[in-house]
């Protein structure tokens, strides 16, 4: 990361031109920006990016999301054609060990008809590159123009880089929080002059009694609107897993990462990644509203062992060297610990369905990966 941000010029700009900006505007040009937003200019992932997803610790997750997304085929009839869509790949390495493991099933495997929805250039080659291999393979930069039919959907680690919008409750009300220069050009965060009118019969329960000084934050719901719609009328499901909580309640999550450490989200814009936490309850409050059912949430660790993760390290060690296998562990540990470090409860995960779908794998605490065979 450079001392200084060209997006941060941009910035100031904007707002020495209209005036304070609204944090989901700063939020959406750090990401988007056509020029220097962070997402459309770089690999983020890695060792030597700024973050690690599940996928990049362990081929195991992949591979497990494949075979839930076969129990899914096999939930809604084991149709002959089968979208398979993947909400901001990364590199492509979910995807590809998902395939790995659904080509042990050739009539779903002959059935995939794959979609990933990207806007970075730079990972859509490398996504290109790590699948290869993969046959019936279309790239989109919207959920949008993905064609109609039964589907998966796997999103992971794609909502919490949605842009957030904020409020500050002070004495007279809510009010947008926004970010504002300071008389010696840094940007810091304030808040709207007024109030949001009548914003208070908005706000869910928990949040009414906050005190003065709490930050409220939301993402639209169009996202997950068009995802449970897309299931509810062409049939499959949708899994969704990220980092956050159960309830919708105050608290400000804003947050950047560089260099796997965190960062302030206001310095140097467009070079780190800035996120926020999911509301997990509000992505189920916004499916149900339009028809689809909702299983879980549940935490990651907790859906991973369903799945059999625990059985499917085992059989990975028993054929690996010492080393390897010592990998595999800590892979496992990372992927379903609680402790620090583990992403095992921070994680959650929650499954979107069309309404005939009574139950999903692993999103209730009777439906393991032993249904995946039966």
Same mark, same amino acid.
């Given at each position: 990361?450079?001392?200084?941000?060209?997006?941060?010029?941009?910035?100031?700009?904007? %707002?020495?031109?209209?005036?304070?900006?609204?944090?989901?505007?700063?939020?959406?040009?750090?990401?988007?920006?056509?020029?220097?937003?962070?997402?459309?200019?770089?690999?983020? =992932? #890695?060792?030597?990016?700024?973050?690690?997803? &599940?996928?990049?610790?362990?081929?195991?997750?992949?591979?497990?999301?494949?075979?839930?997304?076969?129990?899914?085929?096999?939930?809604?009839?084991?149709?002959?054609?089968?979208?398979?869509?993947?909400?901001?790949?990364?590199?492509?390495?979910?995807?590809?060990?998902?395939?790995?493991?659904?080509?042990?099933?050739?009539?779903?495997?002959?059935?995939?008809?794959?979609?990933?929805?990207?806007?970075?250039?730079?990972?859509?080659?490398?996504?290109?590159?790590?699948?290869?291999?993969?046959?019936?393979?279309?790239?989109?930069?919207?959920?949008?123009?993905?064609?109609?039919?039964?589907?998966?959907?796997?999103?992971?680690?794609?909502?919490?880089?949605?842009?957030?919008?904020?409020?500050?409750?002070?004495?007279?009300?809510?009010?947008?929080?926004?970010?504002? %220069?300071?008389?010696?050009?840094? =940007?810091? $965060?304030?808040?709207?002059?007024?109030?949001?009118?009548? $914003?208070?019969?908005?706000?869910?329960?928990?949040?009414?009694?906050?005190?003065?000084?709490?930050? $409220?934050?939301?993402?639209?719901?169009?996202?997950?609107?068009?995802? &449970?719609?897309?299931?509810?009328?062409?049939?499959? &499901?949708?899994?969704?897993?990220?980092?956050?909580?159960?309830?919708?309640?105050?608290?400000?999550?804003?947050?950047?990462?560089?260099?796997?450490?965190?960062?302030?989200?206001?310095?140097?814009?467009?070079?780190?990644?800035?996120?926020?936490?999911?509301?997990?309850?509000?992505?189920?409050?916004?499916?149900?509203?339009?028809?689809?059912?909702?299983?879980?949430?549940?935490?990651?660790?907790?859906? =991973?062992?369903?799945?059999?993760?625990?059985?499917?390290?085992?059989?990975?060690?028993?054929?690996?060297?010492?080393?390897?296998?010592?990998?595999?562990?800590?892979?496992?540990?990372?992927?379903?610990?609680? #402790?620090?470090?583990?992403?095992?409860?921070?994680?959650?995960?929650?499954? %979107?369905?069309?309404?005939?779908?009574?139950?999903?794998?692993?999103?209730?605490?009777?439906?393991?990966?032993?249904?995946?065979?039966?």
């Amino acid at each position: 990361m450079t001392e200084t941000s060209p997006l941060q010029d941009e910035i100031k700009k904007l %707002i020495k031109s209209s005036g304070p900006m609204p944090v989901w505007r700063y939020m959406q040009l750090c990401l988007t920006h056509p020029q220097y937003g962070y997402y459309v200019s770089r690999d983020p =992932l #890695g060792r030597e990016g700024d973050f690690t997803t &599940a996928p990049e610790v362990s081929q195991m997750f992949g591979e497990l999301l494949g075979l839930w997304s076969a129990s899914v085929w096999r939930a809604i009839g084991s149709p002959p054609f089968l979208n398979l869509i993947e909400l901001g790949p990364g590199r492509g390495t979910m995807m590809a060990d998902a395939l790995r493991a659904l080509r042990v099933l050739p009539p779903l495997y002959q059935a995939l008809s794959i979609h990933l929805v990207e806007i970075n250039p730079v990972l859509r080659e490398k996504q290109k590159a790590t699948l290869s291999g993969a046959r019936n393979i279309a790239w989109h930069d919207s959920i949008d123009t993905v064609p109609a039919g039964p589907s998966v959907i796997l999103a992971n680690e794609y909502f919490d880089v949605l842009p957030i919008h904020q409020v500050v409750k002070r004495e007279g009300g809510w009010h947008e929080r926004t970010v504002e %220069i300071t008389r010696d050009g840094q =940007l810091i $965060f304030g808040a709207s002059v007024d109030p949001l009118p009548h $914003f208070e019969v908005l706000l869910p329960p928990l949040v009414r009694a906050a005190p003065v000084g709490a930050v $409220f934050e939301w993402r639209p719901d169009t996202e997950m609107m068009k995802i &449970a719609s897309r299931v509810r009328d062409e049939g499959g &499901a949708a899994l969704i897993i990220d980092y956050g909580h159960l309830r919708s309640d105050a608290g400000d999550t804003f947050q950047a990462i560089a260099q796997h450490s965190f960062t302030d989200p206001l310095k140097n814009p467009g070079q780190a990644d800035v996120t926020a936490h999911v509301d997990f309850q509000a992505l189920g409050r916004a499916a149900e509203d339009v028809g689809a059912r909702v299983h879980g949430p549940v935490p990651q660790g907790e859906f =991973l062992k369903r799945l059999g993760i625990e059985t499917r390290a085992v059989t990975l060690m028993a054929k690996a060297s010492p080393e390897v296998s010592e990998d595999v562990a800590g892979a496992l540990k990372r992927l379903i610990d609680d #402790g620090r470090g583990g992403m095992g409860s921070m994680f959650k995960v929650i499954g %979107i369905s069309d309404p005939s779908i009574s139950t999903l794998v692993a999103l209730s605490d009777d439906t393991g990966i032993e249904a995946t065979r039966s």
